[in-house]
């Protein structure tokens, strides 16, 4: 069975201090990993997938298969990274399977 | 391109009536499917269909009814609201990818609908 886990319901950091959003994931395949963002009062928007390996906003993500990881990562936080964040898993032929979610909160 | 349009933003019910969250998306994306946003489940999924007339139960289907008589709408319909209903729901589009019974992984998700049912 697809898995997601996010350990962490609320991330609190300091404004300039570094994240870590943490994402485990259970598939026995080669999975897509995704992380989506919520901002407040916005719709759920996607801020990246690991097949891209860009960076946005600031963010990055490795995958790592070892350790079935896909932990979202910035050097430095902005108060406007404040948000509701979802680590996802898509196996091709079952829709896609969300974290339960973590919420970020950075402290001015 | 308005992308995926959900009404009503809001709704309130009471217990035993019944409604309909409507759902539109003008992306001609064949997978469409509803999500249940709670405080600490995370997005939970309700129904999905991959194209019209075509559609299946996700992880959290009772309760809840849709259909897909075109590509551009799937209606999720509640027939006896219960209290355990009160939520956020989404609903969100995407290509069809892979053997052509799920998304691609890339969402693109409505604004959300507040439901509360007393």
């Known amino acids: 069975a697809q898995r997601v886990t996010q350990p962490e319901k609320l991330l609190s950091v300091f404004k300039g201090a570094p994240v870590e959003l943490k994402c485990n994931y259970s598939?026995?395949?080669?999975?897509?990993l995704f992380w989506y963002v919520q901002y407040s009062r916005q719709r759920l928007q996607l801020l990246l997938r690991?097949?891209s390996r860009e960076s946005i906003k600031g963010f990055t993500a490795d995958l790592n298969k070892g350790e079935t990881s896909f932990h979202l990562k910035k050097p430095f936080a902005q108060e406007e990274d404040s948000a509701m964040y979802y680590c996802?898993?898509?196996?091709?032929?079952?829709?896609?399977?969300f974290g339960k979610g973590t919420r970020l909160s950075v402290i001015a | 391109n308005a992308g995926v349009t959900q009404t009503p933003k809001f709704q309130v019910l009471k217990t035993g009536q019944s409604m309909t969250l409507q759902c539109a998306q003008d992306?001609?994306?064949?997978?469409m499917s509803w999500y249940r946003q709670d405080p600490g489940m995370g997005l939970r999924l309700i129904h999905y269909?991959?194209?019209?007339?075509?559609?299946d139960q996700g992880e959290v289907p009772n309760g809840y009814n849709v259909s897909r008589s075109t590509t551009e709408d799937f209606p999720l319909r509640l027939l006896s609201a219960a209290p355990s209903q009160t939520s956020v729901y989404f609903c969100?589009?995407?290509?069809?990818?892979?053997?052509?019974?799920?998304?691609?992984?890339?969402?693109?998700f409505g604004e959300g609908s507040r439901l509360t049912v007393l």
């Open positions: 969100a589009s995407s290509y069809s990818g892979g053997r052509g019974w799920s998304d691609t992984g890339e969402l693109f």
């Open positions: 598939y026995s395949g080669s999975p897509e």
């Open positions: 690991h097949i």
């Open positions: 996802a898993l898509y196996s091709g032929n079952t829709p896609l399977v």
């Open positions: 992306m001609n994306h064949e997978y």
């Open positions: 269909s991959v194209g019209a007339g075509i559609t």
